[in-house]
């Protein structure tokens, strides 16, 4: 990690620490911030898992929904520059989406990420095949909508993560995970890290997609 990326991310872990301090003092702050102000970070071992998982790909097509702050956007397009690929990121606010780029442009990433701002369904529609990297972390009752839009847009070998599906429980999440799982080609993983992932690799078998 170059020092750029390296101080971006410490600035990142700053506000995570700060929110987490904050929180534990008033218990009730997450209540009386509205959903656009909360940092919602995955967090440091989520980021090095989703960087390390990035990596292992080759020039990958790697779509972020749900872009927040742009922090777990930094660890994908570290992982984009060092493989030759990219990152679609997706986000509904405005000003998150403003946010996230200039960090990105501060770690002198920016010429690895591009930066989508509306509604996740619409801007997945739009999005041509070819997607090697997805990681879902948006509001959970999208969760499963969004796997119906990009699942048949996936490459051979593509990783997709959802995030919070240990925390916090949420029915959407666990409609998302009996969905991918029941995906043709899927294989699909719980891990404890974070919040808890659901990490899933597509694999299509030779009579997927066959008429």
Not at 24 to 49: C, E, F, I, K, Y
Not at 63 to 68: A, F, K, L, R
Not at 164 to 169: D, H, K, S
Not at 173 to 187: C, F
Request: aromatic content about 6%.
């Amino acid at each position: 990690m170059d020092e750029r990326i390296q101080a971006v991310l410490d600035t990142y872990h700053r506000r995570i620490d700060d929110e987490k301090l904050a929180r534990q003092r008033d218990p009730g702050l997450r209540d009386s911030l509205s959903n656009d102000q909360l940092l919602r970070a995955v967090g440091p071992q989520t980021g090095q898992l989703l960087n390390v998982l990035a990596r292992s790909l080759r020039a990958p097509t790697i779509v972020e929904i749900g872009t927040s702050f742009g922090y777990s956007g930094i660890w994908l397009a570290e992982a984009a520059r060092a493989t030759g690929g990219r990152v679609v990121t997706m986000e509904m606010y405005a000003h998150k989406s403003r946010h996230a780029e200039e960090m990105a442009c501060r770690a002198g990433l920016d010429g690895h990420i591009v930066f989508q701002v509306g509604d996740a369904l619409e801007l997945l529609e739009a999005l041509p095949a070819g997607i090697d990297f997805v990681l879902l972390d948006l509001w959970k009752d999208l969760y499963e909508p969004c796997l119906e839009l990009f699942y048949p847009k996936l490459n051979p070998g593509a990783i997709v993560v959802a995030d919070n599906m240990i925390q916090p429980a949420h029915e959407g999440i666990a409609s998302y995970g009996r969905a991918v799982r029941a995906k043709p080609g899927m294989t699909s993983v719980q891990v404890p890290v974070g919040s808890g992932l659901e990490i899933s690799r597509f694999e299509p078998t030779p009579a997927y997609g066959a008429a």
